[in-house]
């Protein structure tokens, strides 16, 4: 397969953590990067880009990805939209800003991908939801290839959709991570010394990660091959299964991260 090419010129606007990431997986699949110019007030330098601290004057860019918090859209829209033209295909990581809204304050653009990512895009393992309500199927195809680098990038028909893998995914980070101090704090409790529940927590996750990519086992299966019947790990189960287990707790976690998106969709709209 060829590799993925970006649009030239392509601006990353606003380009911290997750833009960082995305950066640091297309320098790793060996995308050629000398289109891009990373453009972020703070002027700190991004890894295999040029960075500059305010949009560059000249032609309008082929490319561009908004990377800035959705907060910042009203402060940025001014600058920006008349800076881009019917060439530009404008992709946007911003939480809850739906299509239409970017639509309204980019109207000119040639197409507008919404795209979800995670962080392990930097290890080209991210999951990256696209939703584009436009129907450039090229535009698209460009988008498509370029996510497809950093992970899986499916492309889903409706912003609800969208909305949800970014609660899993997007979010999903943190919260594999909160569960991981949650077993290693146990470990504490049961005897074990911070660092050595740290460690075992975490190989504990990096190996179950690992043997479910290797043997492609539904979660079902591989839980049921650890625990045996009437053993220590099905009563650890028992808790966990239960009513008021952690089923109807990672659906209240995922209600309140779909209810922010909507605050924040309803803000972005004005
Ligand atoms: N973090 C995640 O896991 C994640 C997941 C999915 C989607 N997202 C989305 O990704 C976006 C960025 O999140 P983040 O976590 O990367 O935030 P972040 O680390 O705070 O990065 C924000 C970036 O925006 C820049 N910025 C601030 N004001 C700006 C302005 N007026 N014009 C241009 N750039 C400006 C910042 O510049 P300086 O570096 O100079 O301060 C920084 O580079 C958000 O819209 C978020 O919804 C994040």
Redesign the pocket.
């Known amino acids: 397969m060829t590799s993925p090419t970006f649009p030239s010129p392509a601006w990353l606007?606003?380009?911290?953590?997750?833009?960082g990431a995305m950066v640091d997986g297309w320098r790793a699949a060996g995308i050629d990067l000398s289109p891009v110019l990373a453009?972020?007030?703070?002027g700190?330098p991004v890894d295999g880009v040029r960075t500059v601290t305010a949009l560059p004057a000249g032609e309008s860019p082929a490319f561009v990805m908004l990377?800035?918090?959705?907060q910042?859209l009203d402060?940025?829209v001014p600058g920006l939209a008349p800076r881009l033209g019917p060439a530009t295909i404008l992709v946007s990581?911003?939480?809850g800003v739906e299509a239409a809204t970017l639509r309204q304050r980019f109207p000119t653009v040639r197409a507008i991908v919404r795209a979800?990512?995670?962080?392990p895009v930097a290890q080209r393992r991210g999951v990256i939801a696209l939703y584009t309500g436009d129907r450039d199927s090229e535009a698209l195809a460009t988008v498509e290839a370029l996510m497809t680098a950093l992970g899986v990038a499916p492309v889903v028909a409706t912003e609800a959709e969208f909305s949800a893998i970014?609660a899993v995914a997007?979010s999903g980070p943190a919260y594999v991570a909160r569960f991981v101090e949650a077993l290693a704090a146990g470990g504490e409790g049961i005897g074990l010394t911070p660092d050595l529940a740290a460690q075992v927590a975490l190989e504990t996750l990096i190996g179950t990660a690992a043997m479910a990519a290797a043997t492609g086992l539904p979660m079902s299966e591989l839980a049921r091959r650890v625990a045996s019947p009437k053993g220590t790990t099905e009563a650890g189960l028992a808790i966990l299964d239960a009513p008021d287990g952690l089923k109807p707790l990672i659906a209240r976690m995922l209600a309140a991260a779909i209810a922010r998106g909507r605050e924040l969709a309803s803000a972005a709209r004005g």
Do not use: D, E, H, Y
């Open positions: 606007v606003g380009c911290g953590n997750m833009a453009i972020r007030p703070s700190t990377g800035f918090k959705p910042k402060q940025v990581l911003l939480a979800m990512p995670n962080l970014g997007g």
